[in-house]
């Protein structure tokens, strides 16, 4: 007797995200988010007499981080913009000093918060952000820019959008969103994307690796696509959290 | 009357120029500034070049140095990049610890070289466990006037390609190192990585190759890097939102950009390589 | 940024709590905050909560030479540092006193103690050691740093595991993890510090401070000491007094903490090693209370009521039960403790508005809700079941009256009418009163939905989950009252 298992393979868009809002007492705005852990991989196996839905459970580390905003608060006077409010940010690594590489982690993370606030209306202050890395299995960058929104949600500070990071790898041949640290092993190239919830336009985009011009162009599109998952989880963040405000 | 215009309102100055399509300098809005490049300029130098893309100017040395390989990465030497931006260069710098720019563009280059995998660091690995040769790349910045990871990127790979390694022999038992300065040979280094510099002007204009003011004028700056014909790094940190259609003219601007340039670092080397025969020849 | 100025009043608050034997959070002068362990995936990393202060610790190491002095072993580094996260007067990348005196207190604590045992940590003498390097990195400044930091300090590396290494002759192989399994750190003892905040020339000494109350205290006193009661450091800070009775005195104390903590720390690590050996995930998910909703609440203001009566009644009643559960009890405890006739309601610096209003929003609250439900109550219905969705972790009551397809709010109705029947009447006139002085209506609407969400949040949150829950409940119908009552 021959069975046709038949795979109809429904992979999940990214891992899992869990956040919890004003973990910390001391700053305005906290956000302590991890992302990963398992991811499911779906399947329907089709027998000859029934047909039944299979869950698989993979292990795909777990990347966290812990984010805290303070702001509009008093600025140094070497720091002062008469325009608007200027934007510290200071990324963590959980060993060691920062590096150059930490140093362009939080350029980036810094220029793209700047984006989406609306620093204009707090002139003459500044506004704190700082990041600290709990875990890393892979996409910490984005992981940090998402952890650093909510706290920016948190702590109700005006926004122009909301941001929505998303990683992704160039394997041999195809596109693998969000990967973990075992994932990125067997990576021709891996790329981070972040977008707006305005347009979904660009916002920042950070790669390492060698791809084309097409294969950007598609994990382009791929990406955006995942960041609406982000974005609905923002949305039911809020939900749940608006009741209390 | 404007230069005073410039300095009341250095946007409206801009707004109004690129109205019309034109840049203050003269260059219409998708038009590169000229671009030099100079190798072996540093004579005390393993390896060196310059470069000036406009009034930016980049002087790139190499040093070689002979090292005990780490035990946990026992067969590969190092390649160290460095930006240095000195405060001669712009006003905007001061003395003391690397600012945060200069860090950013020395981590920037090193990324980009090592995307791009320019020079296999197994190359530099003389007798594992033992000895292997650091390479230190300073890249310094005479005069910043925008773009400065453009020529940054393409004066390290140019001073990389003048780069002659000297022969190593090493007695493991008596452990002495005997170095052969004379008998030299040049580095495996593949490839050239080019960056192309865009500004986004007030969310929509965009800019090629933009110098110091644009850029601090600019809402946003995207970095594309282009190695024969495939993108080693797409760099944009934060700024205004880019739409996919923008992205893809850039994207594909680079990459013209990177074969203009590519073709720009061989004339150099060869132009070397025909003044040392000439010498040799008047020599002999 | 500057830190914020310590007012007089919150000063004098503080002082004059003290010599009543009363602190800010409720607690008894020698009693500790509630600590938790959470290990993240990788070897060598962990947060420990202490209160609200938080601390993540992670360790790594490299191989290096050894000191010319000391050839044969290994090196132990330990660097706290102190980021904005933890308090806005934190400076990034500056060493601050503070700064450089917990790392001080660490290193005598633990390096000087040596407590690690360093010479196997040797590869090859002269040549190759291990360097063993602990970065603890403040997340939540609340006071106590040094306590957080050092348990975290010792939590990472007890869990820390490095990679194997095997010598021939002159090749050193440093085997991939995945390849031969690492190996822990050999730790002698288990050394802790203790700290002790001083106060009216050593008159009263509190354990575990607060931040402010680290603020106001004259002196410190800060124990190193190990499981088996023995000092590996002692640091006197400040300017009061502290004679040697009293120094003999807290020793003693401090020991029997260090050994509670180094026992949770253990079962902790305990815990962890198998989940990782049978396969369970771990990481820092579970640290992440997603039901936890305070957003914008800025619940942190950490005054509650304290009447020696009800703590020794909770002492009787749970005598078996852990120190989460007995913060739990504890507030709540607090809570009722209104049912005392002199209700002391205190309010002092920011936030303090924040709680008396919760007080009285609950007492209107449950009116409103009573209002509502005698209307039908729909809107209650529908907000329960779609928000008890959300979570896993019903609490039994409430699944059973789902089940009986009873609406739950109103089972919940029911406990308010005996709340409000079983309370103290005066207090609730008083309260009352209270709300409308405070006027504003609109506020009022707004604090009320925040209120009702805590409320289901404190029972979600599985809180509710407690084993003592349906005993106390059962032994006083009155409890139900205070129990379904949120306390942040």
Redesign the interface.
């Known amino acids: 007797m021959e069975d046709s298992a038949i795979f109809n393979v429904q992979e999940q868009w990214l891992r899992p995200l869990r956040c919890e809002l004003n973990v910390l007492s001391r700053p305005d705005g906290s956000a302590m988010i991890t992302q990963g852990s398992y991811f499911i991989l779906c399947c329907y196996v089709n027998t000859f007499l029934y047909s039944y839905r299979v869950h698989i459970f993979f292990f795909k580390g777990n990347t966290a981080v812990v984010a805290a905003v303070y702001g509009p608060v008093d600025v140094k006077p070497q720091r002062i913009l008469v325009d608007k409010a200027s934007i510290e940010t200071v990324y963590k690594p959980k060993s060691g000093l920062p590096n150059?590489?930490d140093?362009?982690r939080?350029?980036?993370i810094?220029?793209?918060?700047?984006?989406a606030l609306l620093s204009a209306i707090h002139p003459r202050t500044a506004v704190c952000i700082v990041l600290q890395e709990m875990q890393d299995s892979g996409g910490l960058l984005s992981c940090c820019i998402n952890a650093a929104c909510m706290a920016l949600m948190d702590s109700g500070i005006a926004m122009k959008f909301l941001v929505a990071a998303v990683s992704c790898m160039i394997s041999e041949d195809d596109i693998i969103l969000d990967p973990s640290d075992k994932d990125l092993m067997g990576s021709k190239a891996s790329?981070t994307f972040?977008?707006?919830s305005?347009?979904k336009?660009?916002?920042?985009?950070?790669?390492?690796?060698?791809?084309?011009?097409e294969q950007?162009?598609e994990s382009?599109l791929k990406c955006r696509q995942a960041s609406c998952e982000i974005f609905e989880f923002y949305r039911s963040l809020v939900k749940k959290y608006i009741i209390c405000i | 009357m404007d230069a005073q215009y410039k300095v009341i309102d250095p946007v409206k100055f801009y707004r109004d120029h690129l109205a019309h399509k034109i840049r203050p300098d003269g260059r219409g809005l998708l038009k590169f500034r000229p671009a030099v490049i100079n190798v072996d300029s540093i004579g005390t130098a393993d390896g060196s070049a310059i470069v000036k893309i406009g009034n930016t100017t980049v002087v790139c040395g190499v040093k070689l140095e002979l090292g005990v390989p780490?035990?946990?990465e026992s067969n590969i030497g190092w390649l160290v990049p460095n930006v240095t931006l000195p405060p001669l260069c712009s006003p905007r710098f001061h003395p003391g610890p690397p600012s945060?720019e200069a860090?950013?563009a020395?981590?920037?280059l090193?990324?980009i070289l090592s995307?791009?995998s320019v020079l296999d660091l197994r190359a530099l690995c003389v007798v594992p466990?033992r000895l292997a040769w650091a390479v230190y790349l300073d890249a310094v910045c005479l005069n910043h006037d925008g773009s400065i990871l453009d020529a940054c990127v393409v004066a390290a790979v140019a001073a990389l390609r003048t780069v002659r390694l000297p022969r190593v022999e090493h007695d493991a038992d008596k452990d002495i190192t005997k170095v052969f300065p004379d008998e030299r040979s040049s580095l495996p280094i593949t490839g050239a990585p080019i960056p192309t510099t865009h500004a986004i002007f007030e969310d929509e204009v965009i800019l090629v190759d933009p110098t110091s003011d644009e850029e601090s004028l600019a809402s946003?700056l995207?970095t594309i890097t282009v190695?024969n014909?495939?993108?080693?790094?797409?760099?944009?940190?934060?700024?205004?939102?880019?739409?996919?259609e923008n992205?893809?003219a850039c994207?594909?601007r680079a990459?013209t950009r990177a074969i203009q340039m590519n073709n720009l670092i061989e004339a150099a080397l060869a132009a070397r390589d025909k003044e040392e025969t000439k010498d040799q020849k008047l020599i002999s | 940024m500057k830190e914020s100025i310590l007012s007089i009043s919150e000063k004098t608050f503080i002082l004059s709590a003290l010599s009543e034997t009363r602190r800010l959070d409720g607690r008894k002068l020698d009693e500790f905050r509630p600590m938790k362990i959470h290990f993240g995936s990788d070897w060598g990393c962990c947060i420990v909560t202490l209160g609200q202060t938080k601390v993540i610790a992670q360790v790594s190491c490299?191989?290096q030479q050894p000191k010319p002095t000391r050839p044969n072993e290994g090196l132990l580094l330990l660097f706290v540092e102190l980021s904005p996260m933890g308090a806005p007067h934190f400076e990034a990348g500056r060493q601050s006193d503070l700064a450089v005196q917990l790392n001080r207190l660490l290193e005598k604590c633990i390096k000087d103690s040596r407590c690690v045992d360093l010479e196997s940590l040797c590869i090859t003498a002269e040549e190759?050691v291990w360097a063993v390097r602990v970065d603890v990195n403040i997340l939540n400044h609340e006071g106590n740093l040094v306590d957080a930091a050092s348990l975290a300090a010792l939590t990472a590396l007890s869990h820390f595991r490095r990679p194997d290494v095997t010598t021939t002759g002159?090749?050193?192989i440093?085997h991939d993890p995945a390849e031969r399994d690492p190996i822990p750190i050999t730790l002698h003892h288990h050394p802790v510090c203790v700290s002790y905040a001083v106060f009216d020339k050593g008159n009263h000494v509190i354990a575990d401070p607060t931040a402010i109350e680290e603020r106001v205290s004259e002196g410190q006193i800060v124990f190193g000491v190990n499981a088996y009661r023995e000092l590996c450091g002692l640091h006197l800070g400040g300017n009061a007094p502290i004679t040697l009775e009293m120094v003999n005195k807290y020793a003693t104390r401090a020991a029997k903490r260090a050994l509670e903590l180094v026992t949770q720390m253990k079962k902790a690590l305990a815990e962890d090693l198998k989940n990782r050996i049978s396969g369970i995930e771990v990481g820092f998910r579970d640290c992440i209370d997603s039901n936890n909703r305070l957003s914008l609440g800025k619940d942190n203001f950490q005054i509650q009521l304290f009447t020696p009566d009800f703590k020794k009644e909770r002492a009787k009643r749970a005598s078996n039960i852990d120190v989460k559960e007995e913060k739990i009890n504890d507030e709540v405890m607090d809570d009722s403790s209104e049912d005392d006739s002199e209700p002391v309601i205190v309010s002092v610096g920011k936030g303090s508005a924040e709680l008396v209003n919760q007080k009285k929003q609950d007492m209107k609250l449950r009116r409103k809700r009573k209002l509502q439900n005698d209307e039908g109550g729909k809107e209650y219905d529908v907000d329960e079941s779609s928000s008890s969705e959300e979570s896993d972790n019903l609490d039994k009551e409430s699944e059973d009256t789902r089940k009986n397809g009873e609406p739950m709010s109103d089972s919940e109705i029911q406990v308010v009418a005996e709340y409000k029947g079983t309370e103290n009447k005066p207090n609730e006139n008083k309260v009352i009163a209270n709300i409308e002085l405070s006027g504003d209506s609109e506020e009022e609407e707004t604090v009320l939905l925040h209120g009702e969400d805590l409320k289901n949040g404190s029972t979600e949150k599985g809180r509710g989950r407690c084993p003592k829950e349906e005993k106390m409940e059962g032994d006083e119908p009155h409890s139900r009252g205070w129990y379904s009552k949120p306390t942040w």
Do not use: W
């Not at chain 1, 336009?201 to 011009?213: E, R, W």
């Not at chain 2, 014909?229 to 996919?244: I, N, R, T």
């Open positions: 150059v590489a140093r362009m939080e350029t980036i810094k220029n793209t918060c700047e984006t790329l972040v977008f707006d305005a347009k336009n660009l916002v920042a985009s950070h790669t390492s690796g060698v791809f084309s011009q950007y162009h382009l | 780490k035990p946990e945060d860090q950013v020395s981590n920037m090193a990324e995307n791009a466990e946003g995207v190695q014909d495939q993108m080693c790094s797409v760099y944009k940190p934060g700024g205004s939102p880019l739409a996919d992205m893809q994207l594909s990459r | 490299e191989v190759k002159e090749q050193t440093i």
